[in-house]
């Protein structure tokens, strides 16, 4: 595990040039999952990490880890080195100006050590040369660095348990510890991570058996076939992303940002999505159903993804918002600018002129409009008091808006019959006591775009909730629950060299939004506007696809059809549709919606229904006896340090209805045996059973 250093004052910083937004790290946990790669030990993208060179982009730097001495399961910190990068951002693409060599330190300082915090660890080993060192670690062993081999030697026996075997390797023969030390070749430098692997599981187990001939060894990494899924997926959950369902320029866009991020495609639409609704809702309407209305209803959506820590839910989402944080930004610094004039006009006046100048000139208001956290209360307040009429809630802490003030307690059920007026109709209202009466009022045709992402130990409650569900909260939402890509994130050299500033599906995508945030001449200025927005009507073929997905929606909540338990989120499938539609015709530039364009927007929706039903389903799932054995068997050989168990004691040990039943606990056994989770092997008389080593390292 990572040590939970927590500091007063922040100890690090990352400060985006262009959008100016500083994301402050409090502790070490936090910089490790926004800037690290961990799996590589490189810095990730974006990270102006440096305490001096605040404008120079680390990323691609080494990140080699400090342990604590005398434990190596607590990382502490991390000294970077390489080469530190300062563009240009003024012209488009980014301009490489200026490289610096840095090499520093962030956290505290310990032992040079990769992969020492697993649970599992057969073995650690120790180095003297820096190069092999992070070779071996990107590889995936536990592997220590110190400049006298002898030294790490010493360092690994006072920072790891007896029971993990120790070895040194390197070059050249240590002084010392000559029967533990396995010398490499220049060939070595030639093999890949699997490749590595193997080597040192090989040459461990002959170090072993020279030791004691009689000694159990691991089995070599290679003769373990690759994991299968215990319980086959239902189709509902691995149905891929309707991508081709978006519009050229949201789709081009939503790629890059998961190429650039490694990031599921579902996560980076649904930050796409976000980003164009919060920029349409201002100035466009979506048509009501077949029956064009003048009016129209808001466009506005409400968006919910679930993303495990470290799927890149932050990233994402800056990188989909990059222009609408540069526009806000903008907007402040002018608000400030205005605000300090109008104090300094204030202040040289005298009371009763400063009272009357007030009143012919309030001061200047905050021009923000994108939140991360803030209260119902909160936001009410400024749509009444005329602050802002559009506003959008995003946040990578789905726990902050489920889980705070407002959706707790006495204030949760006005909270959510807010945020439904709101979705509705644009409306919100406040109510004070007869002795606040100046705080209360009422707003029309305000709008707010709601993105939220969290993981799934955050919103499991939330998203299970009966009040939210009957109470239409949450099936005004669209739903996403990306697949899981950990593991799978790997990267070489032609991925290290791609810069997102430079990608013309991004730069398209951003100028996109850029023109819209800028009031460009927009179409359709001739239409009839209603507070400065026009509906954006369908055509003719798309009021035909309108009325083929509401019959389809509606047909399948009949009992025994597909979303018969989701009612309340199909009924409401067409309308967020269709105003998904309108969010892609606006930011398209299209005269109206046509049939290409809502038919997307209903695909869209048929998947997220389809997240709400695995969701639900998820959840009332039972969990099978072959998943129950394999969690006990895993924690058994984790707490004694092994990657094996004796048959006799699984028998008379493991959970029941196992333990009771021999001819259950065999078809188990056999069915974990064949999707290689786990394997009987034979030492003498005595049968034992050997877990999957990857189950152990994970």
């Not at 936090?30 to 490189?42: V, Y």
């Not at 060894?217 to 690759?226: G, L, R």
């Not at 048929?606 to 998943?627: F, G, P, Q, R």
Request: with cysteine; charged share 25%; hydrophobic share 35%.
């Amino acid at each position: 595990m990572n040590a939970k250093i927590i500091f007063n004052a922040p100890f690090a910083a990352s400060t985006d040039p262009v959008t100016g937004h500083k994301i402050e790290f409090h502790s070490l946990n936090d910089f490790i999952q926004c800037c690290i790669d961990e799996h590589n030990f490189k810095v990730k993208i974006e990270s102006y990490i440096h305490p001096e060179y605040v404008d120079y982009n680390c990323e691609d730097c080494y990140a080699i880890p400090h342990v604590n001495p005398q434990n190596f399961s607590k990382v502490v910190g991390y000294t970077i080195k390489g080469t530190a990068k300062k563009y240009d951002t003024e012209q488009t693409p980014y301009k490489l100006v200026d490289t610096k060599k840095v090499h520093f330190l962030i956290g505290e300082k310990g032992v040079f050590a990769g992969n020492t915090n697993r649970v599992y660890m057969p073995y650690i080993l120790g180095t003297d040369d820096i190069g092999l060192f992070l070779k071996i670690a990107i590889s995936g062993e536990a592997v220590v660095f110190n400049e006298d081999i002898n030294a790490a030697y010493q360092l690994i026996n006072d920072g790891v348990q007896e029971t993990i075997f120790r070895v040194l390797t390197g070059f050249n023969e240590p002084e010392q510890n000559h029967d533990l030390f396995v010398k490499l070749d220049k060939n070595f430098k030639t093999l890949q991570p699997k490749q590595i692997k193997h080597f040192f599981s090989e040459k461990i187990n002959q170090l072993k058996q020279i030791i004691d001939p009689k000694i159990v060894i691991q089995e070599p990494v290679k003769q373990w076939e690759k994991l299968l899924p215990l319980v086959q997926a239902e189709s509902l959950s691995n149905d891929p992303y309707p991508i081709d369902a978006l519009p050229p320029l949201a789709r081009e866009a939503a790629i890059a940002i998961a190429d650039y991020v490694q990031a599921p495609i579902a996560m980076t639409v649904q930050c796409i999505i976000g980003a164009m609704s919060h920029i349409a809702q201002p100035n466009v309407n979506a048509p009501i159903g077949r029956n064009d209305s003048e009016e129209g209803e808001p466009c506005s959506l409400y968006l919910v993804t679930e993303g495990q820590s470290g799927s890149r839910k932050s990233t994402s989402r800056n990188m989909a918002e990059k222009t609408i944080i540069k526009h806000e930004r903008k907007q402040y610094e002018l608000y400030h600018h205005e605000f300090e004039l109008w104090k300094s006009r204030c202040a040289g006046l005298n009371k009763r002129d400063r009272d009357a100048y007030c009143v012919e000139n309030p001061p200047p208001q905050d021009p923000s409009t994108l939140f991360s956290d803030i209260t119902f209360e909160s936001i009410a307040s400024l749509y009444v008091d005329r602050v802002v009429g559009n506003a959008s809630i995003a946040s990578d802490e789905a726990g902050q808006f489920f889980g705070g003030y407002t959706m707790q307690g006495k204030t949760r059920s006005q909270a959510i019959s807010g945020y439904a007026k709101l979705f509705d109709n644009g409306f919100v209202d406040r109510t004070r006591s007869k002795s606040n009466l100046n705080g209360s009022g009422r707003a029309y045709d305000v709008r707010l775009t709601i993105n939220l992402q969290g993981q799934h130990e955050v919103l499991v409650d939330a998203l299970t909730d009966p009040m939210l569900c009957g109470q239409g909260f949450l099936p005004r939402f669209i739903l996403t629950v990306p697949e899981n890509l950990a593991g799978t994130r790997l990267q070489d050299s032609s991925y290290r060299t791609k810069n997102a500033n430079t990608d013309p599906r991004l730069i398209a995508y951003w100028t996109r939004c850029e023109d819209l945030l800028n009031d460009c001449p927009k179409l359709l200025q001739e239409q009839t506007q209603h507070h400065g927005r026009y509906v954006i009507s369908m055509n003719n073929e798309a009021k035909e696809v309108d009325e083929f997905y509401y019959n389809f929606f509606e047909s399948s909540q009949l009992a025994n059809g597909k979303y018969e338990y989701i009612q309340a989120f199909a009924s409401r499938a067409c309308q967020l549709a269709r105003r998904l539609a309108t969010v892609f015709a606006y930011f398209e530039g299209l005269p109206n919606i046509d049939a290409k364009t809502l038919t997307g927007a209903c695909e869209i929706i048929k998947y997220s229904l389809n997240a709400w039903l695995m969701y639900k389903n998820i959840e009332v799932k039972a969990e099978s006896d072959a998943e129950r054995l394999l969690k006990w068997l895993t924690r058994k050989c984790l707490l004694q340090n092994t990657d094996r168990l004796p048959y006799s004691y699984m028998q008379t040990s493991c959970p029941r209805p196992m333990q009771k039943n021999k001819n259950l606990l065999e078809m188990i056994v056999q069915q974990l045996e064949d999707s290689h989770h786990i394997k009987i092997e034979s030492l003498g008389r005595t049968r034992y059973v050997v877990i999957n080593p990857v189950l152990l390292e994970s």
